[in-house]
């Protein structure tokens, strides 16, 4: 069965970080990677990571965010560092079997399984 279970959300001044984890039941996916969702937008993908350790971030985090994977927790991760309030969002964990492509973000109908997500708020 699979599982991915995202924790570590919550709230923190801009400037101010927070670490995300996804507790996944297998961490060796093709791709996982972190989205993020406000109301009424669309999901988009901020990291992600190939099986292989390449990862790619989008624009709007890149140099302040950094995914990783820590086989011996099963866990996917997300350090967020000088956290703006144009961060604040839900945030999904997401796991795929066949998708390898890390050229770019993955789009999330790519994705095939999701967490619940986690909600991150930053305030001004």
């Known amino acids: 069965q699979v599982r991915l279970q995202e924790s570590g959300g919550g709230s923190v001044e801009a400037g101010g970080s927070l670490r995300l984890s996804c507790a996944a039941s297998?961490?060796?996916?093709?791709?996982m990677a972190w989205f993020r969702q406000t109301p009424g937008k669309e999901r988009l993908a901020i990291a992600a990571?190939?099986?292989?350790?390449?990862?790619v971030y989008d624009k709007s985090v890149e140099g302040r965010f950094t995914i990783s994977k820590d086989y011996t927790k099963s866990t996917l991760d997300l350090q967020m560092n000088s956290l703006k309030p144009e961060d604040t969002a839900m945030y999904y964990c997401a796991a795929d079997p066949n998708y390898s492509d890390m050229g770019g973000v993955p789009g999330a109908p790519i994705f095939s399984y999701w967490g619940q997500g986690t909600q991150v708020t930053v305030s001004s």
């Open positions: 990571q190939g099986r292989d350790g390449k990862t």
């Open positions: 297998r961490v060796n996916w093709k791709t």
